[in-house]
């Protein structure tokens, strides 16, 4: 058996049925009169004339086909900007190596030649080691009775000549303890680190310096310059 439930949707289902083919048949009815009434209007109005013409058959024009434009970007443009704009990037990077090329010849050039008109004198020995004059220096020292600038100048000289052996890699900022630590291991580094010493409390520690005890210190830096040129230090 059916129970009430089924039944109450089963009614439901037929009313809502009967009421939409209700609706379609009012439509179709309304709009049949419409037509009518229209009909019987256009007769009156026009007496029952024909006013229907015969029209030449109209021949379809032919459209020319045309391609459509399609938005977006200009591939072929886009393509030229592209290229110019990695060849300009190209052209600014070896512009830009070039430039610092120059930049690095030039700081080292400039480190190791002095300009022409500069003046090689007793207070910029250290910057130009390789250009200074230092047996002429030392005379003129010696003359002075300036036995602590005679041991400057001995050791400056001293450093001049490893550098030109490649013993030491000489650099116008390095300090004296960056040569002694190039010089350990080597056959006469010991003799190097004294006369280091000896330099330091003669120039910079003021160490008071006579004729006679200058007499035994220059036997020293002498006999180093000499082992130096020799290829024994």
């Not at 024009?61 to 704009?85: A, I, Q």
């Not at 080691?129 to 009775?145: C, M, N, Q, T, V």
């Amino acid at each position: 058996m059916i129970s009430s439930k089924s039944l109450k949707y089963l009614a439901l289902f037929v009313f809502i049925f009967c009421i939409q083919n209700i609706k379609d048949i009012d439509v179709s009815a309304q709009n049949s009169q419409e037509e009518g009434i229209s009909h019987q209007k256009w007769k009156e109005i026009t007496g029952d004339k024909n006013y229907t013409e015969t029209y030449k058959e109209i021949k379809p024009r032919k459209r020319k086909d045309r391609k459509m434009k399609t938005p977006g970007w200009n591939f072929n443009g886009s393509k030229s900007f592209v290229s110019f704009l990695l060849g300009a990037i190209v052209v600014i990077l070896l512009a830009l190596i070039l430039f610092l090329i120059m930049k690095y010849l030039l700081k080292y050039f400039d480190e190791k030649v002095p300009q022409k008109n500069e003046k090689i004198s007793f207070e910029n020995l250290e910057e130009n080691i390789h250009e200074s004059d230092f047996d002429g220096l030392l005379k003129h020292a010696l003359s002075e009775g300036a036995y602590a600038l005679c041991i400057r100048i001995y050791y400056l000289k001293i450093i001049k000549a490893l550098s030109d052996k490649d013993l030491i890699n000489w650099k116008k900022d390095k300090t004296n303890h960056s040569y002694v630590i190039e010089m350990s291991g080597k056959p006469e580094g010991h003799h190097f680190v004294w006369l280091t010493n000896v330099y330091e409390r003669v120039w910079f520690g003021n160490a008071l310096v006579e004729k006679p005890q200058f007499a035994i210190l220059e036997n020293h830096y002498s006999d180093y310059l000499k082992k130096i040129t020799a290829g024994e230090a």
